[in-house]
């Protein structure tokens, strides 16, 4: 999974972080015609799945929200106090990171919760089609990542493919989601830029965008890897 393929306890160790690495709860929904289907664990992010198909010429339309009835919001931030009341917390140095999903529930705990969490990492992830009008609670430094041959959320319009299912909006297309943290930091609009060629002979290249100067001395940076795909299960966090 994502914890271990990033080697991040290592890191905790060197840096002296404490580290808090929670597991989604498993979904599974009951599409009609087709039974119970299960997506594995999947972190509640706030969005929703407009599912429209046909089942023997008729057709099917119906709106699916990813584990609706979680309450990981709440789980998350019970799990923060938890910490801070065991262990001593740095609060000035709250911060949340994800892979797909989870990156999608990163962005959703930054926009609700971002008068305690001072930054987050989005792997993969963006804001969930759900969330995209609220306001944030406060300014939030904001890392993004994304591939742009990504096919299990398209680069694009985060599009999600339900297999036979086809392909359907899960959030807020990535630069369309940095846009949205510049602006309302109020980060400058022209970013600082910088390239990084193909090193290691994968085929990937990089382009950083950083932008600077926001609100409450916050900033917005975007990492857009050329020819970059999702390598681990989306579902697992995550």
């Known amino acids: 999974n994502s914890f271990q393929a990033t080697q991040i306890r290592n890191v905790a160790e060197e840096q002296g972080w404490i580290i808090i690495c929670p597991q989604a709860l498993d979904f599974t929904y009951a599409i009609p015609g087709l039974g119970s289907q299960d997506f594995g664990t999947c972190w509640n992010v706030g969005s929703t799945v407009s599912v429209s198909f046909e089942m023997y010429g008729f057709p099917l339309n119906f709106d699916v929200t990813v584990n609706e009835n979680v309450d990981d919001e709440g789980f998350l931030m019970a799990a923060l106090e938890a910490t801070k009341a065991e262990y001593n917390v740095d609060q000035t140095k709250i911060f949340f990171a994800g892979f797909s999903l989870g990156g999608f529930m990163s962005h959703r705990m930054a926009i609700q919760h971002g008068d305690i969490i001072n930054s987050i990492a989005a792997v993969s992830g963006v804001i969930g089609n759900d969330l995209t009008t609220l306001t944030p609670v406060d300014n939030v430094n904001v890392?993004?990542?994304f591939g742009t041959n990504d096919e299990m959320i398209t680069y694009?319009?985060?599009m999600i493919s339900l297999q036979t299912l086809g392909y359907y909006n899960l959030g807020m297309p990535v630069e369309e989601t940095v846009e949205y943290w510049r602006s309302f930091n109020q980060c400058d609009a022209t970013p600082i830029v910088e390239q990084y060629p193909d090193t290691h002979n994968d085929g990937l290249t990089f382009e950083m965008y950083r932008y600077l100067n926001g609100n409450n001395?916050?900033?917005?940076?975007?990492?857009?890897?050329?020819?970059?795909?999702?390598?681990?299960d989306r579902k697992s966090v995550v």
């Open 217 to 232: 001395d916050s900033r917005v940076a975007f990492i857009k890897v050329y020819n970059g795909i999702q390598l681990a």
């Open 143 to 145: 890392l993004q990542f």
């Open 156 to 158: 694009d319009d985060a």
